[in-house]
């Protein structure tokens, strides 16, 4: 794939060898039958169990059976993810970043005991619940509630948009405790077998079609004090998860970007027209120009990015950035290499359409990019422009 | 027990290449384990994970660049690596069967392996000779092309089914200590998992020269040598069957009674 300024070159061996395990897989036992998923809205739950043999969910992690790899390798790991699909990415966004990050950062020994091993082989399914029907930019004004009971919290409350949340077995719930002073948001971890969930499924969306997507519906649900993640209060817990989600997700769309463009390349060398290839075209060289050297300048922010994490210097504000570039470049470029792919470009079998719809998704998941801008806007000025 | 596998890194050539010399241009070349030595791989650190003290020891003859392929080797259980190479082995034109034999035959005197895995041939130079040459050397018994291995290590023995010519196979048992070539599809090869990746940067992979294997420059001459390299021309006509399964399938028929493939 496209590595123009050669950034890959100074990667160590460890990385390296990452990036061609997690890109042989993909290419050998995915991208073979991932259009199909796609256009049958299914995801190959087969993978889940595959992926975590591999390692791929939160590996940057350590403990409990967790390699604890760079923050370079895992970023290289959801980009080969996101090269094939954003659903692919998402599922392990979604078990490493959302679900097993808050548990190993927040989480009492026990709770890390009995779920990262599961949670790192796929055995078990986890999923995030943080967004409501009617708070999604606005987490903070969530309604769904714990109230203190018999050692424990009944919860009730809804929430939506939830990635995986038909399949999990564990889901990670913020709530407001209106037991305590000033109902501050707690994390709960809800078994998704309790009395009161449901998890319904979204079906018919038009992006993201291979990943599984649903409700999580609570009603009168009782956990156990144990259940609550003790080390965290407030916002920070689920805003520092999506910190990290979002990191993979700077990384993932440039590998989106990459197979767009890889492929829009492919065509233009194969595609004759007018008595030759369409790459000698000179329209069609100023869109690879182009998408070349905005895939190359997110690439090397997200390298960038690596260094700060790994260093303990990466700001919730340098990841909007990185998260808000990065994918609106890949979404601007998926359009263009779905372009020069003529006709051809809206079947399913070539990718840039298919990634053209996902990353309508990425764009505004996980803060929108609007949302993203803002937090760029109160940092660079100090004025809080989504605050009344 | 003891396994010996010997893994090769091969040059892979783009679709589009060019020739320099005696050679494929270096930058139409990419690295890679061999494809056959990836099952080796497997079928031993399989043998390994079923067993009780099973080691599996891998060697690859091959310059720095190698240990790329050899770290995958580890990454997926191989317990440890040798890589032999050396000032005289960087200079020499081309490494033949004999050569690569006798200096493999060293490691093999050094290690005192049970058994001896080595992919059938190599997907860059194809001499698919060395693993049998290797038992001659060291007289070990051997079985080539075998794609089916059960192993009865207390009695010192290998059933093995052994591909041959025209669609047979051969069921033999082969006593250990022995070399046998491995064939693709003996077993599925597994993907390095990120935790084997990790454990690989940190196990051993010991640097030999022909000096410390006991051998010298002398086991570099070769009665063979590369004389020339081309591209085959293309001699033969393409047909493109279109239409549905069954319309392709009518096609090719007729295709078939015309050459007389098949009568009717």
């Avoid at chain 1, 260094?307 to 990466?314: F, N, S």
């Avoid at chain 1, 803002?374 to 004025?383: E, R």
Wanted: a negative charge.
């Amino acid at each position: 794939m496209l590595d123009y300024v050669g950034l890959e070159a100074d990667l160590d061996a460890e990385e390296r060898m990452i990036r061609d395990t997690a890109r042989d897989f993909v290419d050998e036992t995915v991208r073979p039958d991932v259009g199909e998923h796609w256009i049958e809205g299914t995801f190959p739950t087969d993978l889940i169990e595959k992926m975590g043999d591999l390692g791929f969910y939160a590996p940057n992690l350590e403990g409990y059976g967790l390699p604890g790899v760079s923050e370079t390798a895992y970023g290289l790991l959801m980009q080969e993810l996101e090269a094939c699909d954003s659903g692919l990415r998402s599922m392990a966004s979604v078990q490493g970043a959302l679900v097993m990050y808050p548990i190993h950062a927040f989480g009492s020994e026990e709770q890390k005991e009995e779920w990262l091993p599961k949670l790192g082989t796929g055995e078990a399914v986890g999923c995030f619940g943080l967004t409501e029907p009617e708070h999604g930019s606005d987490p903070s004004s969530m309604t769904t509630h714990a109230e203190s009971e018999d050692d424990g919290y009944v919860l009730n409350g809804a929430k939506t948009w939830i990635t995986n949340s038909p399949i999990a077995d564990v889901a990670v719930v913020w709530a407001r405790d209106r037991s305590a002073d000033d109902s501050p948001v707690r994390g709960f971890l809800v078994e998704t077998d309790r009395d009161g969930v449901s998890t319904n499924k979204i079906d018919e969306k038009l992006s993201l079609r291979a990943s599984i997507t649903g409700e999580i519906g609570l009603n009168d649900v009782y956990v156990p004090e144990e259940n609550v993640l003790p080390e965290v209060s407030g916002m920070k817990g689920p805003l520092s998860c999506l910190t990290q989600a979002r990191y993979g997700i700077a990384w993932g769309a440039i590998g989106a970007a990459r197979d767009c463009f890889e492929t829009a390349r492919q065509y233009a060398t194969d595609r004759e027209q007018f008595g030759g290839p369409i790459a000698r075209f000179q329209l069609q060289q100023q869109k690879l120009a182009e998408m070349a050297t905005q895939i190359t300048t997110s690439q090397l922010l997200a390298h960038r990015l690596a260094d700060l994490k790994e260093r303990g210097e990466m700001t919730p504000q340098h990841v909007s950035m990185a998260k808000r570039n990065n994918v609106r470049m890949a979404r601007d470029q998926s359009r263009i290499a779905r372009e020069m792919l003529g006709g051809n470009g809206i079947t399913a079998d070539y990718s840039p359409m298919r990634h053209m719809a996902n990353l309508e998704t990425v764009y505004t998941y996980e803060g929108t990019h609007d949302i993203h801008t803002l937090v760029l806007g109160q940092d660079l000025t100090g004025f809080a422009a989504f605050e009344q | 027990m003891k396994i010996l596998v010997t893994v090769k890194e091969v040059a892979e050539a783009e679709d589009d290449f060019e020739i320099d010399g005696l050679d494929i241009d270096e930058r139409y070349l990419e690295y890679d384990l061999n494809e056959w030595d990836d099952y080796a791989v497997e079928e031993a650190v399989t043998i390994a994970e079923d067993g009780d003290d099973v080691e599996v020891v891998s060697v690859t003859i091959g310059p720095e660049r190698a240990e790329e392929t050899v770290r995958m080797a580890l990454a997926k259980g191989v317990d440890r690596a040798i890589r032999v190479w050396d000032d005289d082995l960087e200079s020499a034109d081309m490494l033949d069967v004999g050569t690569k034999a006798d200096i493999l035959a060293a490691v093999v005197e050094e290690e005192d392996p049970d058994l001896v895995f080595s992919g059938v041939q190599a997907n860059d130079d194809g001499f698919g000779a060395t693993g049998v040459a290797l038992a001659e050397v060291v007289d070990m018994e051997w079985g080539a092309v075998v794609n089916d291995l059960d192993l009865d290590a207390e009695g010192g023995v290998a059933h093995v089914h052994r591909e041959l010519e025209g669609g047979v196979e051969e069921l033999t048992d082969i006593e250990l200590p022995a070399v046998l070539t491995i064939q693709t599809g003996i077993n599925e090869p597994r993907y390095a998992s990120l935790r084997g990746i990790r454990q690989a940067q940190r196990k051993p992979l010991d640097v030999q020269g022909l000096g410390d294997l006991g051998l010298d420059a002398s086991v570099l001459e070769s009665a063979v040598s590369r004389t020339a390299m081309f591209e085959p021309e293309s001699e033969s006509d393409v047909t493109v069957f279109e239409g549905g399964a069954e319309e392709e399938a009518g096609q090719l028929a007729d295709l078939l009674r015309d050459k007389g493939v098949v009568e009717g």
